[in-house]
């Protein structure tokens, strides 16, 4: 008795799509996005988490420390909507 196992594979293969930017993709899926890169790193993250932390601290210890946090918060959040507002093409600064 043979199960099929000496027999060749004549299955048709899955339907896959080439392109030339990199491994072949199944038709239908389509390119991650964004397809580019952010245009540079930006501190404003980092910051924004301080403000966040210095917020906490500060109501365990002082209400100045809050005021500070929370300023940093504000300052590192519209920063950070700036930057992403120029990456969207939104606002243009450098002309």
Do not use: C, K, Q
Not at 49 to 58: D, E
């Amino acid at each position: 008795m043979s199960n099929g196992a000496d027999r060749p594979d004549t299955s048709s293969p899955p339907e896959r799509a080439p392109f030339a930017d990199g491994p072949t993709r199944h038709v239908g899926w389509n390119v991650a996005r964004p397809e580019t890169l952010p245009r540079r790193r930006t501190a404003w993250p980092a910051a924004a988490a301080l403000g966040i932390v210095l917020t906490f601290f500060g109501v365990v210890t002082a209400w100045l420390v809050v005021i500070a946090g929370v300023a940093l918060l504000g300052v590192a959040t519209a920063g950070w909507i700036g930057e992403v507002r120029y990456d969207l093409g939104g606002d243009r600064r450098d002309g």
